[in-house]
């Protein structure tokens, strides 16, 4: 298996697995190395050599990635003790090419330095991502049990429409001219929805006039647990 550019007349090898017939004895290799060196070294440099090993011998035609994600966080889990939450593929995802740069630098040269460091700061980062989404939906439900029997149905529709964007919410804030593109409400019903919401404590509101914006009125997020999980790698 080989992982090649598409660029016509001049295609590039990134990656090329073992030949298939070799597969198997890796694989066998891999699951000895993976069972016997637990505890052996630090959590994250265990967990990016895992993963970079496995995704090495590529057994599947497809898959791979997420298999050799799930294997990382069983290491990081298993070495903790306890469940991690953290949204690896995520992050990943975010740093797409310095994964797939990490990942060719490691598999031309056999040094795993780079990757270790790439992978560690990226678990450090899914790992605060993930607590910072707990705390959103923490207080996600505590606004929406405190407001449920305050707020009208366009402030109910507006506060999850504006939920379902997640932490970062709406780009630009919350405008008069979004939420009644939203609620289908006139200027005057939206302005006073909205001053609502900022009264009962649902909103904050900054700027003046056609500049005036709202954002969900949560307080700084606290990741919890981030200091612990560093101490223990």
């Known amino acids: 298996m080989q992982i090649v550019s598409n660029r016509l007349g001049s295609p590039k090898i990134f ?18 190395w993976f069972n016997q060196t637990s505890g052996s070294e630090s959590i994250l440099v265990r967990a990016a050599i895992a993963h970079v090993y496995f995704e090495s011998i590529h057994p599947f035609e497809d898959g791979n990635g997420r ?32 994964y797939y740069f990490a990942l060719e630098q490691c598999n031309r040269t056999l040094d795993v330095s780079h990757w270790v460091d790439f992978f560690s700061e ?15 939906i923490i207080e996600k439900s505590k606004i929406m049990s405190r407001l449920s029997d305050q707020i009208n149905p366009r402030q109910t529709k507006v506060l999850l429409r504006m939920f379902a964007e997640g932490p970062r919410g709406f780009q630009g804030e919350l405008s008069a001219e979004k939420y009644i593109t939203i609620t289908k409400a006139s200027r005057a019903t939206a302005t006073r929805d909205l001053t609502d919401l900022v009264k009962k404590g649902a909103l904050v509101k900054t700027g003046e006039l056609r500049h005036t914006r709202y954002r969900l009125n949560l307080p700084d997020v606290k990741h919890f647990g981030v200091l612990e999980f560093r101490s223990s790698v």
């Open 67 to 98: 298999i050799g994600r799930v294997l990382a966080e069983k290491v990081l889990s298993r070495e903790v003790g306890r469940p991690i939450l953290i949204a690896l593929s995520q992050t990943f995802e975010q740093r797409k090419k310095e």
């Open 15 to 32: 990656f090329e697995a073992p030949p298939s017939t070799q597969v198997p004895r890796e694989m066998n290799e891999f699951i000895n």
């Open 122 to 136: 990226s678990v450090l980062k899914a790992y605060e991502d993930s607590m910072e989404r707990l705390h959103f």
